[in-house]
Nanobody, 115 residues
């Protein structure tokens, strides 16, 4: 079992920045791809960014160029640096750990971007 705990959400003005953190309960980055997802009110959950076991990254079109996913293996923590935030980035952001047949989710952290 793996517990994921997100933090770093909050209220920010458009154009501002936030850094989200996701702390895993044990060392898993060698076995799991780590991702950030978000779910806005009335919308489906969507992938924002992912970092593979090997360290490759990929981003949704909406996030590319503004968001950066990274990880600290020593701290068992994944980060999402979000810059140039827009009101449409408002959502609950979830951390995910995934490998074949297994998915773990955090409880989410709310990001609100005011215009």
């Amino acid at each position: 079992q793996v517990q994921l705990v997100e933090s770093g959400g909050g209220l920010v003005q458009a154009g501002g920045s936030l850094r989200l953190s996701c702390a895993a309960s044990r060392s898993i980055f060698g076995s799991y791809a780590m991702g950030w997802y978000r779910q806005a009110p009335g919308k489906q959950r969507e992938l924002v960014a992912v970092i593979t076991r090997g360290g490759s990254t990929n981003y949704a079109d909406s996030a590319r160029g503004r968001f950066t996913i990274s990880r600290d293996n020593a701290k068992n923590t994944v980060y999402l640096q979000m810059n140039s935030l827009k009101p449409e980035d408002t959502a609950v952001y979830y951390c995910n750990a995934a490998k074949v047949g297994i998915n773990y989710w955090g409880k989410g952290t709310l990001v609100t971007v005011s215009s």
